[in-house]
T-cell receptor, first 114, second 113 residues
Framework: DGGITQSPKYLFRKEGQNVTLSCEQN?????MYWYRQDPGQGLRLIYY???????QKGDIAEGYSVSREKKESFPLTVTSAQKNPTAFYLC?????????????FGPGTRLLVL | AQSVTQLGSHVSVSEGALVLLRCNYS??????LFWYVQYPNQGLQLLLK??????LVKGINGFEAEFKKSETSFHLTKPSAHMSDAAEYFC???????????FGTGTRLKVLA
């Protein structure tokens, strides 16, 4: 079955630690996205990538970093500079990145701070 | 800049009653609009989308939405609520010139037995 996988489902971060969230898709999509979801705030875009080896900052990129070395993979690193990382993180992908394209979402990773 | 407003962060309906979830958008260009559903601790699933074809859009699970340009609205409806419809619903608009979506803050639907 084609789809998007995210791992781990739950992730715990200690203060000062960098952690990496995995996102893999086998939909052959060019565009991939990372969103942060907080209660009552909807989804906010962290980073997006339209093609391999290229990515752009979204609305809340500070304290996060990404890479896009392969079409299928778009990992997100939450750095120690992100002071309030507790949230639900969602990865998504879309075909060619046209405006009408549907974004397909993974199951999410919940990040908690110890 | 484009934006989306969802009126009512929480909506409760009785099982079998009409579901109406409101979404208003702001856009300087013809919008592309989407409704997604999210069950607890899961990702988002597309219910339906409007891409400038028919103004009445039918989606999955019996949901539909009507695009009204004069009211800048794209409200989501379902004639008869089912217990399984309890979830959070998000309206989104595709931003002109980019691949970005702008999401509303969501409406949590509760279905009462």
């Amino acid at each position: 079955d084609g789809g998007i996988t995210q791992s781990p489902k739950y992730l715990f971060r200690k203060e000062g630690q960098n952690v990496t969230l995995s996102c893999e898709q086998n939909l052959n999509h060019d565009a991939m996205y990372w969103y942060r979801q907080d209660p009552g705030q909807g989804l906010r875009l962290i980073y997006y990538s339209q093609i391999v080896n290229d990515f752009q900052k979204g609305d809340i990129a500070e304290g996060y970093s990404v890479s896009r070395e392969k079409k299928e993979s778009f990992p997100l690193t939450v750095t120690s500079a992100q002071k309030n990382p507790t949230a639900f993180y969602l990865c998504a992908s879309s075909g060619s990145g046209q405006r009408a394209e549907t974004q397909y979402f993974g199951p999410g990773t919940r990040l908690l701070v110890l | 800049a484009q934006s989306v407003t969802q009126l009512g962060s929480h909506v409760s309906v009785s099982e079998g009653a009409l579901v109406l979830l409101r979404c208003n958008y702001s856009s300087s260009v013809p919008p592309y609009l989407f409704w997604y559903v999210q069950y607890p601790n899961q990702g988002l699933q597309l219910l339906l989308k409007y891409t400038s074809a028919a103004t009445l859009v039918k989606g999955i699970n019996g949901f539909e939405a009507e695009f009204k340009k004069s009211e800048t609205s794209f409200h989501l409806t379902k004639p008869s609520a089912h217990m399984s419809d309890a979830a959070e619903y998000f309206c989104a608009v595709s931003e002109s010139g980019t691949y970005k979506y702008i999401f509303g803050t969501g409406t949590r639907l509760k279905v009462l037995a």
